[in-house]
């Protein structure tokens, strides 16, 4: 009895020693015994305005990234064709030239038209059935017209900047040269579309640039033009203002009896050296300077123009030089898919004056016989003419 009461004594003063060991294990701190700061992490304002500038280009990247994609536009029609000299006739033109042009264009889906500025003869015209057709938009050459009538009306000079936004502005030499569309946009409302309009009538546009030539479309101002049109304006620019009809002789007797014959005489002698800095800029740093890959010999004057439509992409390039042996006017025009546009265009261009050059075009000649009077076609038989 007196062993089993030590027992439950020693039990109870085994329990209550424990007790005090039990509560302080309930009551341990789990927390790591170093501090954490509760400081705040600042960026400078300058930290933030890179990052903010960041954020914003790098989502306008993805937005232009995505427009991009959505609006690339197809083209169906291909820059290549076989045979397009098919059909043509050549009697009566220039062999060299068309030789030339035959070489520059290569199988390219297109055309190549050259005139002699002072009477209207072509001398090649390389797919007369394109160089005749229907037609195509004229792009950005629908510039040169422009440029003259604003010119003309005293409205800008070469020298005179055109704002075109809240930090830039561009006068006509270099918008001729890098084909600004924005200022002649600026041109063309200060002009006014009357103005515009009564302009590219009197050079032409929108009517029959040739005389008696079979197969000759009229073209519909400002929505399409054909490529020989083109030429005349080329032509004019170069003469100082005569607009010649165009004439294709067709056999040898013809090119004997060729006679000019005058369309009109505008008074743009004293715009046209206006824009001859622009013109002989777009071959040097413009939109032409691809010409200048393969030829560099004679200052060549040139309008680029690229746009599309329906699938098929337009590329025009219309030029001119004037030398001391003779003087060219040449238009090329393009259509077809990514590979068509003004500067190749241009570069065909190049080609075909290197052709030219090689073949002594540009040096002097013996003088030909005087040529038949020019001929100027009373208004009605012009309106007959055009009627046909």
Known sequence: MES????????????????????FAAHVNTRPLTSRSRSKITESASARKRISRLHR???QGTQVARRHRRYRERFYTSSYANDITDGDVTDGEDFT???AAIDALGNMNGTVVALDPNNGRILAMVNQKLALAAGAQPCSTIKVPVALAAISEGIVTKDTEIRLGRYSSMNMTTALARSNNAYFEALGRKLGFARVHRYSQEFGLGELAGYQIEGEHRGIYPATEIPAKLGGVGKMCSNGGTLYYLQHPETR???????????????ISDAIPEMTDGLSGATHYGTARHLRLNFSEEEVMGKTGTCSHAGTRFGWF???VNTDAGDIVIVVFLRG???TYGPKAA???GRMYRNLYDHSFFTAKAAPPAPATSTVLPEKEVQDKELQ
């Not at 007797?253 to 008074?267: C, I, N, Q, S, W």
């Open 337 to 339: 898919g990514r590979p």
């Open 318 to 320: 219309a030029s001119y």
């Open 253 to 267: 007797g013809e090119v004997d009896d060729f006679a000019p014959r005058t369309k009109r005489v505008l008074k």
């Open 347 to 349: 570069e065909i261009a």
């Open 4 to 23: 089993l009461c030590k027992s439950l004594g020693r039990l109870v003063l085994v329990f209550i020693l424990a007790i005090p060991v039990v509560s």
């Open 57 to 59: 280009r790098r989502r």
């Open 97 to 99: 030239v068309r030789a």
